[in-house]
Nanobody, 123 residues
Framework: QVQLAESGGGLVQPGGSLRLSCAAS??????IAWFRQAPGKDREFVAA????????VYSDSVKGRFTISRAGAENTMYLQMDNLKPEDTAVYYC??????????????????WGQGTQVTVSS
C-alpha cells in the first residue's frame, strides 16, 4: 500500500522560512504535489512535480517564494518555503496521482494523500 507522510510544519514569523518534507513508501503515480487548506477555505493547489522528471508547476500565489524538489533517488519530496506570509497559514498536504497536465491543480485527481502538517505564519 502506498503511503505518504508530511513533516516539517511549525510556527514561523512573517518573512521567515520553512521546509516541508513528504516521505513516500514508493514512487507511484505520475506527479507528486503539495496542497494546502486554511480554515473555512477549499483545498488549494500549491505546487507539483514529476517523480521521474524535472518539470515543476506552481500556483501564482507562491511562485517565486516556494520551491518544490526531490532528493536524488530518494522517495522524498520537499517544499522549501521562503518569505512566508500570514496568508500561507494552512495545513499542508502532499499527494500523488496520475492527473492530466490540464487538471493537475484539482485535488480530485490525486488518489493518495498524507495526513497533513500545520504551518502557521504569525508574529
Amino acid at each position: 500500500q502506498v503511503q505518504l507522510a508530511e513533516s516539517g510544519g511549525g510556527l514561523v514569523q512573517p518573512g521567515g522560512s520553512l521546509r516541508l518534507s513528504c516521505a513516500a513508501s514508493e514512487r507511484t503515480g505520475r506527479l507528486i504535489a503539495w496542497f494546502r487548506q486554511a480554515p473555512g477555505k477549499d483545498r488549494e493547489f500549491v505546487a507539483a512535480m514529476q517523480w521521474h522528471g524535472t518539470t515543476t508547476v506552481y500556483s501564482d500565489s507562491v511562485k517565486g517564494r516556494f520551491t518544490i524538489s526531490r532528493a536524488g533517488a530518494e522517495n522524498t519530496m520537499y517544499l522549501q518555503m521562503d518569505n512566508l506570509k500570514p496568508e500561507d497559514t494552512a495545513v499542508y498536504y502532499c499527494a500523488s496521482g496520475q492527473p492530466n497536465w490540464g487538471s493537475l491543480r484539482s485535488p480530485s485527481m490525486y488518489r493518495t494523500w498524507g495526513q497533513g502538517t500545520q504551518v502557521t505564519v504569525s508574529s
